[in-house]
């Protein structure tokens, strides 16, 4: 799949896409991530992007034209899925989203900036306003790359496992188990008396009673820490 970012801050956003995980995809050629500076759209001769909002709100805006240009300079080049336009009054993301993302072929994202973007754009370019969550962001590059990120990490062959995207917490609408690893009786350095053990059950080899445990432990935590997605 490919998604392309549009932005004010390229260069905030650029090597996040090269690293880690979102790297490793694109070398694989399981994904292309390609981050356009919006400046580079604008006929302003001083590179200008923004203008006072009409009614005397403070704050800047983004205006239509270079939004505008951009939006139809990718589309005359394919056509997209989605045309998402990152703001805090968006439908929230979540996992259900990234996966469903995560399918389709293009999905191009605007990063809104300053206190929003023209809403004309909004009314007749974008197909889907997302919100990350309940907080306000000072630009939408952050809100791009959590998604970029959850996107990419669900596509099969991402991540090493498949297994282990699939069984990520909110997968299945359930946190995940409580995880251990070497050595099985840890002392820390507070009290090199005490010892924390590994629950026995995971040392057993019995995978059948593992999964079962492991089954019982992600439950119990869903129904402490977040009893909400036990009843969608
Ligand atoms: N831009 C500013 N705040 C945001 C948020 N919470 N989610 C997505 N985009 C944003």
């Known amino acids: 799949m490919r998604i392309d970012i549009i932005t004010v801050l390229p260069e905030l956003i650029e090597p996040f896409t090269q690293e880690s995980i979102l790297g490793r995809a694109q070398k694989k050629g399981l994904a292309e991530i390609h981050v356009h500076n919006l400046r580079d759209y604008t006929t302003d001769k001083h590179r200008r992007v923004d203008d006072y909002p009409f009614g005397g709100a403070a704050g800047m805006l983004i205006q239509c034209q270079p939004l505008d240009a951009c939006i139809s300079a990718l589309k005359a080049e394919r056509n997209y899925d989605e045309i998402i336009f990152t703001a805090p009054d968006g439908e929230k993301f979540d996992q259900p989203m990234a996966n469903e993302l995560s399918l389709k072929e293009n999905i191009m994202i605007i990063c809104?900036?300053?206190?929003?973007?023209?809403?004309?754009?909004?009314?007749?370019?974008?197909?889907?306003?997302?919100?990350?969550?309940?907080?306000?962001?000072?630009?939408?590059?952050?809100?791009?790359?959590?998604?970029?990120?959850?996107?990419?990490?669900?596509?099969?062959?991402?991540?090493?496992?498949?297994?282990?995207?699939?069984?990520?917490?909110?997968?299945?609408?359930?946190?995940?188990?409580?995880?251990?690893?070497?050595?099985?009786?840890?002392?820390?350095?507070?009290?090199?008396?005490?010892?924390?053990?590994?629950?026995?059950?995971?040392?057993s080899g019995h995978e059948a009673k593992i999964k079962e445990w492991e089954y019982e432990q992600a439950l119990a935590r869903t129904k402490a820490l977040r009893p909400d997605l036990l009843e969608e």
């Open 112 to 203: 809104g900036h300053y206190k929003g973007i023209d809403y004309r754009i909004r009314e007749h370019l974008i197909t889907r306003e997302v919100s990350i969550g309940d907080y306000v962001l000072t630009g939408g590059e952050l809100a791009a790359a959590v998604m970029a990120d959850s996107i990419v990490r669900v596509i099969p062959g991402v991540i090493g496992d498949v297994e282990s995207a699939l069984s990520d917490s909110f997968q299945d609408n359930l946190l995940e188990p409580p995880v251990y690893t070497r050595p099985a009786e840890y002392h820390p350095v507070s009290n090199p008396n005490e010892t924390w053990p590994v629950p026995e059950i995971l040392l």
